[in-house]
């Protein structure tokens, strides 16, 4: 069952068991368990290419059992579109595990940090459109878990004449066809990260950046988390922090991935799925109805606090996650007074 389906908005993920999944449900069962989704189209199928290595408008989720993703905007009219396209995704010649039944709706917001002056570009809503400087986001799914990735390039890299967005892009775009190819686990971060870094090490293409990953286990709802620098997460429920990543750190500065020839560079290598594990924050934890999880670099949490990102969630309906996602963007970039602004990418 590889059929893809397609949607338009991403960002702060929402996990949600309400009657807009009972409604799909039902639709299931009058179909015989049969699900009518349109497949994508095969072209631009290049990690490289942010229409695949990110997410967005247009961009490709592998469909499954009981799992469904909704776009923000006009929700009950989306869920109804889904009913009716055309290739067909039906349960009954799989013999998968039983799988949790919920949603995951998701949005986005971010600006790099050389667009000139405070307005937000309308496409940066969209992960596919927008631009996020060197930052890049991801979400993909297999038949164990949806995963959410967030990397950020190492600016520092264009000294030496790297462009920091390849390699973040390049990262997590090779770590989505490798959730589509092989049996990755929800408790197996490390050994994606590791094969996406082996992928460009085996390609050449040089960089640093720091990662985050996030795996929602299908038949469990426990999400199990993988850190790698400053970059990272907070999980708000019931309007307070409950869980929240710990940034790593190599004295001052965060430990990264990197991928580099040049004897110009130096830094942390991971080269095993161990070290990666030994360097990086690992968390594992359940997902309840309605939790809300902030994804974002390093741009939002050196001048947000903890306190102002659970306030501005609060100030808005659970389901508003567009606006949450807006106002925490308006919030860093106003808060950028005497430091030269970063790139902020909020999922």
């Known amino acids: 069952m590889s059929n893809n389906f397609k949607t338009s908005q991403t960002e702060p993920v929402h996990l949600l068991n309400n009657t807009g999944f009972n409604y799909l449900s039902q639709k299931l069962a ?22 695949y290595g990110s997410i967005g408008r247009n961009h490709r989720i592998p469909m499954y059992p009981s799992t469904a993703f909704l776009p923000i905007n006009n929700y009950q009219k989306n869920l109804e579109n889904y009913l009716t396209r055309s290739a067909v995704i039906s349960n009954s010649a799989n013999n998968y595990p039983p799988l949790q039944q919920f949603c995951v709706r998701f949005a986005v917001n971010g600006l790099s940090k050389f667009t000139k002056g405070n307005n937000i570009p309308q ?13 890049s986001g991801m979400i993909a799914e297999n038949s164990n878990c949806i995963v959410i990735g967030l990397a950020d390039g190492a600016g520092g890299n264009r000294n ?30 490390a050994k994606l990260a590791c094969k996406s870094i082996h992928i460009l090490e085996s390609k050449h293409i040089d960089g640093s950046g720091t990662l985050c990953l996030l795996a929602l286990n299908k038949r469990n709802n426990f999400i199990h988390s993988l850190n790698i620098g400053d970059s990272g997460f907070r999980l708000i429920r019931n309007g307070s922090i409950v869980h929240k990543s710990k940034a790593t750190m190599a004295g001052s500065s965060p430990k990264q991935l990197y ?67 807006d106002e925490l963007l308006s919030k860093a970039m106003k808060s950028y007074v005497h430091t030269q602004r970063d790139d902020i990418l909020i999922m």
């Open 30 to 51: 009058q179909n015989q368990n049969t699900l009518r989704v349109k497949p994508p189209s095969q072209a631009n199928h290049n990690p490289f290419n942010q229409q």
């Open 123 to 135: 496409q940066n809503r969209s992960i596919q459109a927008g631009d996020f400087g060197d930052d």
């Open 160 to 189: 030496i004449g790297i462009d920091p967005k390849i390699f973040s892009r390049s990262l997590l775009g090779y770590s989505v066809e490798i959730l589509k190819n092989e049996n990755i686990l929800p408790n197996q971060m």
């Open 259 to 325: 991928v580099s020839e040049s004897s110009n560079y130096s830094g942390i290598s991971f080269v095993t799925e161990d070290e990666i594990r030994q360097d990086s924050d690992l968390g594992e934890f359940e997902a309840h109805k309605n939790d809300i999880i902030v994804l974002s670099s390093d741009g939002l949490y050196d001048v947000v606090s903890d306190n102002v990102i659970e306030q501005i969630v609060n100030s808005y309906d659970e389901k508003d996650l567009q606006s949450m996602a």
